[in-house]
């Protein structure tokens, strides 16, 4: 039996919460001042504090500087919906959930389901650090430079709280990889990681993905969303700049409520996952554009993680170029290395895709090499190397509007690439699929078309 100590001022409410936190099987003590509560935690270290921020001897939030409680029990912040900032700054620091009053019970049971000890949190950032010292990888993430280095710093560090993180970088970066390291070292990780692109679905199939229904007006089948779907686990929504503005109001409302209502139902359902949020843009420019709404972008961005593009940790080209020939060859059915010559000529190149590119040149290096090392590079015409690569006056914009403009830098790229749409795509900095969706418009707006 797990043990759970109660901290807040009101002894009947304590009481109430002892006797929901014992139907889940834990052993609860309550107490109502910080000082009480420390000597409890003194005396006998809780697996589980929740606790009340507004206490009679100063703010809940300072039991969070206590190394003890820090090390031994996961504290659930338990607040008003008016006190919802305080304890999303909270997790910041430390806390893993927060629970809102009054405290629904059935949510307050999926938390205490994956209570963990901190410091066994910590033992798998530690795992994954002493596998980058002897691999180069952490988790799915590859290399050692000081860039990368801090990305692993900051996952470490937000992947032992429930906190919503907004992951930005260029295409090709890695973002989903990273959603998935967060995911792997939470609580949530026994539970499912589930991913959809915002940009790759329309804004009524995104909204039936995303809440599913019960009964459809048509007689469909009754069908699980994927908020459902990945209930307990991590729910990654990538390029979310690509949402409707009517999908952001109603995304807006589930991370305010907690809770969502399904298609053609009016039964509400608690939310139970974890946020990670991905976008290829800068959503504070589509936030000053319009394009996005200012709310939304707040309550996503709690936790923010940049991951870099390529071209500025090009001391990782090598370390990446082994992995990934790796990867290639146990698909291959062999292994083959690049010769280094042909790894220097890499090296020179911009990789306006990334990652994603660099293994898409070297699966192709692959397949048209016929010995075991690779001499001659398959170079996209996107990453040739600098040199080869001829520079274009720049055109005047102003007076157009931007989607003139952007019509423009679309179909200009697409010729650059010679109508190859999937680097197209990559050095537009968007998915395949929203490529096709502006191309399908641009088509729509020509007569005859």
Not at 106 to 112: E, F, N
Not at 138 to 146: C, D, K, P, Q
Request: glycine fraction near 8%; charged fraction near 25%.
């Amino acid at each position: 039996m797990g043990s759970a100590l109660i901290v807040d001022d009101d002894p009947d409410f304590c009481r109430m919460m002892a006797r929901l936190v014992a139907h889940h099987g834990f052993d609860a003590a309550t107490a109502q001042s910080l000082g009480s509560a420390r000597r409890q935690i003194a005396a006998r270290p809780p697996d589980v504090v929740l606790l009340d921020l507004e206490l009679p001897d100063g703010n809940g939030m300072s039991l969070l500087d206590d190394p003890a409680v820090r090390g031994r029990s996961e504290v659930i912040l338990m607040t008003g919906l008016a006190r919802l900032e305080t304890s999303i700054q909270a997790l910041r620091y430390g806390a893993a959930d927060y629970l809102l009053k009054p405290v629904d019970a059935s949510r307050l049971g999926c938390i205490l389901a994956r209570v963990t000890r901190p410091d066994l949190l910590q033992a798998k950032v530690a795992a994954l650090r002493d596998q980058l010292a002897r691999t180069g990888a952490f988790g799915a993430l590859v290399g050692r430079s000081g860039r990368m280095q801090l990305v692993y710093e900051l996952i470490g560090r937000v992947a032992q709280s429930s906190i919503p993180v907004l992951v930005s970088g260029e295409s090709g970066t890695g973002k989903e990889l990273a959603a998935r390291t967060i995911h792997g070292l939470s609580r949530r990780q026994p539970a499912p990681f589930v991913a959809v692109s915002c940009g790759g679905i329309g804004p009524d199939a995104l909204e039936s993905e995303l809440f599913g229904s019960e009964n459809s007006r048509a007689g469909d089948a009754e069908h699980a969303g994927l908020l459902e779907r990945a209930r307990g686990g991590t729910l990654f929504l990538d390029e979310i700049c690509d949402m409707s503005a009517a999908m952001q109001a109603r995304l807006l409302h589930v991370l305010e409520t907690g809770s969502y209502t399904p298609l053609f139902s009016a039964t509400r359902r608690v939310v139970d996952v974890r946020l990670i949020s991905a976008s290829n843009r800068d959503l504070q420019q589509a936030v000053a554009a319009g394009l996005f709404r200012q709310d939304l972008f707040y309550r996503l961005n709690v936790f923010p993680l940049q991951l870099p593009p390529l071209r500025e940790r090009m001391e990782d080209l090598p370390l990446l170029v082994t992995h990934l020939l790796r990867e290639i060859g146990r698909a291959e059915g062999g292994f083959k290395q690049l010769a280094p010559a042909a790894l220097q000529r890499l090296a020179r190149c911009h990789w306006s895709g990334n990652v994603r590119e660099l293994r898409n040149a070297l699966h192709q290096s692959y397949v048209m090499t016929p010995g075991d090392e690779i001499k001659h590079p398959w170079l996209p015409s996107d990453a040739r190397p600098a040199a080869a690569v001829r520079s274009h006056p720049a055109q005047p914009v102003a007076g157009r509007t931007l989607a003139q403009v952007e019509k423009e830098a679309v179909l200009a790229t697409l010729e650059q690439h010679g109508n190859h749409k999937e680097r197209t795509a990559a050095a537009l900095g968007i998915s395949i699929k929203t490529l096709y969706n502006r191309l399908k418009e641009y088509g729509a707006q020509e007569p005859g078309r």
